[in-house]
């Protein structure tokens, strides 16, 4: 957790476009130049670019801030995260694939400005405009018990990353939605490759709206980071979190730990405990979400007799969601 005086010290300096002078920073803040100094990395640890010039002082890198960490590691836990930048691709799923298959080693992550074929869940189109965070992780696990969890455990690191750097309610929706105010701000697409006894390696893509903009036909489902903030914020804190937050699950994941996973995603989730409609490839079911089974699988009590599993397909929220108090 950021301490009080590093937000403070990103709100100057994200309200200024230009420089600001330690000085006049720590004047500001009533700390020493030292303190600065230390805030400042502080800021660099969570995934913040800023730029410091010998006479100017400090700035934020926002519209630039993914090029800058593009070539470095950016996070070290289970696997070591490297980040390779790109301007434009057809999808980053693509791009990673072909690293995949060259050998490349997991924790590789591809982050590109815009998407001419973004892919989306159940084949649909992914719209990915510059100013959104659009990246691929490749992991290489052994075995895994379940790739649904793994991609729960995307949307959870995603909602709490949110919540944490911009303090916005985000909330997790079955399968791997995250929303804020009912509209989806990401979405999360996992792909792996797997011979008949081994899996090779795995895909998880992750599409964050962020300073993108919209198109007309999605502003009544779909919401940007950006338009909530209102101004641009940066994306490269988002990314370092989100994959700090992956590499967690995952570890636990290979060690045959699911539980963590099901109950943080229940803790965000704005799914249980409301009416829903299940549309899956086969049926359509109607009544309450009741819980996760271990495997992700979403249970839906029918007129309070039987619980169905349903393990795809998509969700309709019925009824408006109110957050249970205390
Ligand atoms: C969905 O909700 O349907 C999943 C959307 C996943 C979009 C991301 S953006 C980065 C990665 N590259 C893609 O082409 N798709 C995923």
């Not at 997991?106 to 084949?123: D, P």
Request: proline share 3%; net charge neutral; hydrophobic share 40%.
């Amino acid at each position: 957790m950021l301490s009080r005086d590093a937000v403070k010290l990103i709100n100057i300096l994200v309200s200024s476009d230009d420089f600001v002078s330690g000085s006049r920073i720590a004047q500001i803040l009533g700390v020493s130049r030292a303190t600065v100094n230390r805030l400042i990395r502080e800021l660099e640890d969570v995934g913040f670019v800023v730029e410091s010039h010998p006479r100017l002082g400090y700035r934020i890198s926002i519209r630039d801030d993914l090029e800058r960490i593009g070539g470095r590691e950016i996070f070290r836990g289970f696997a070591a995260y490297r980040v390779e930048y790109m301007k434009e691709c057809s999808s980053t799923q693509d791009v990673v694939d072909l690293l995949a298959r060259e050998g490349a080693p997991e924790g590789t992550t591809v982050v590109c400005e815009k998407l001419s074929r973004g892919r989306g869940r159940l084949g649909r189109r992914w719209e990915a405009g510059e100013g959104g965070l659009w990246f691929t992780i490749l992991l290489r696990p052994p075995s895994i018990k379940s790739l649904q969890l793994l991609s729960l455990a995307g949307g959870v690191s995603v909602a709490k990353s949110i919540r944490e750097l911009f303090n916005i309610d985000a909330r997790v929706k079955w399968p791997n939605d995250v929303i804020i105010n009912e509209r989806k701000v990401c979405g999360i697409l996992i792909e792996a490759r797997a011979e008949a006894d081994r899996m090779q390696y795995v895909m998880i893509g992750i599409g964050i709206n962020v300073n993108n903009t919209l198109p007309q036909d999605l502003q009544s489902t779909a919401i940007t980071i950006k338009s909530i903030v209102g101004v641009d914020v940066p994306r490269a804190p988002l990314l370092k979190s989100t994959i700090r937050g992956v590499d967690s699950f995952y570890r636990k994941l290979l060690e045959g730990v699911s539980v963590d996973i099901v109950r943080e995603w229940s803790l965000y989730s704005s799914t249980i405990g409301r009416r829903v409609k299940a549309v899956t490839p086969d049926v359509e079911i109607e009544g309450v979400a009741v819980g996760l089974d271990e495997d992700g699988a979403l249970m839906i009590e029918i007129e309070g007799r039987e619980v169905r599993k349903v393990i795809v397909g998509d969700i309709i929220h019925l009824r408006e969601y109110k957050p249970s108090s205390g």
